[in-house]
């Protein structure tokens, strides 16, 4: 059978991990990687979207493996400079990253679309697949907190995920729509691939664009999610503590609640294979495997995997 057209929808650091993954193992033409925007944020005059650099990065051969984001031997003193000129420094942007910022920013100045700019940017970076943004439009992830509401980085960074949220709103997604290249994959795509990304504000905003959930819900070919709470704890960030904070089970069945309607099949880790049966109630499949992706053999063969779950499957 030949390789499948495949349209992952990626957070950061998660989704970057299993789109660098899926992107060894599937020709460039057959994967479109949509990706996050509500994370984005306007720091020193510059438009910064965090998610669309850790997938960008990740894809390039760039990412700093500490983190997960940034590039890879980064310095910071050009945010040390700022901070001597009275700016906030608790973003952390490094020297080499700022470049991405300053272009991206110019692009948009010039008039490019969002897509446009992110297509430049990769393409100049080596990148063959298509890493698009969920949409052109402004979209912005609010936390709702008990110290108020928060942009996402202020939450996510500055307060470090400390205040105790009691929602999320995506501001401006009802006014925006999927971005050509995503409205495209969602019509074209023969699966789509939930890479395991913060269900609540990772994937939550790309769900929140109109039409996109149901394009899902109607998609006719396997829709597969990989779980990012792993022996119930998140794999990166703050999906368990969120998930607890808004009364969700915090496990991977908590994740497969809230993909119900809209996935075939959740894969799981290894440790998490008691929860088989609750998965497949809420009406997906429950695929047990090797979900850690420390090295990049193991997200080349967590793709693999996949790939062939796809290639192999009939409802
Ligand atoms: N995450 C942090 O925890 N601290 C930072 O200072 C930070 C800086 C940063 C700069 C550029 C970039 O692309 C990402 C950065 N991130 C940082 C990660 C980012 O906040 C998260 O990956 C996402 O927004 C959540 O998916």
New binding site residues.
Partial sequence: MPQPKILAIA???GGAKLALGLARGLPPENLTVVV?TG?DETFHGLH?S??L??VTYALAGLTNPD????VAGDSFRTLEALGRLGAET????GDL?FATHIRRTALLADGMSLSQATAEITRHLGITCAVVPMTDAPVRTIAITDSGELA??EY??HRGCEPRITGVRFDGADAAQPSPAFADALRDADAIVYCPS?PLV?VGPILAVPGVRDSIANFAGPRIAVSPIVGGQALK?PAAKMMGELGEEVNCVGVARRYVGLCDALVIDDVDREHSGAIEECGMRAVVTGTIMQTEFDKERLAREIVELIAGWSR
């Fill in positions: 957070g950061g650091v996050n994370d910064v965090p998610d650099d850790s983190t997960g984001w940034g608790w973003f952390g942007l990253d996402f980085q996510f960074v913060n990772s960030g």
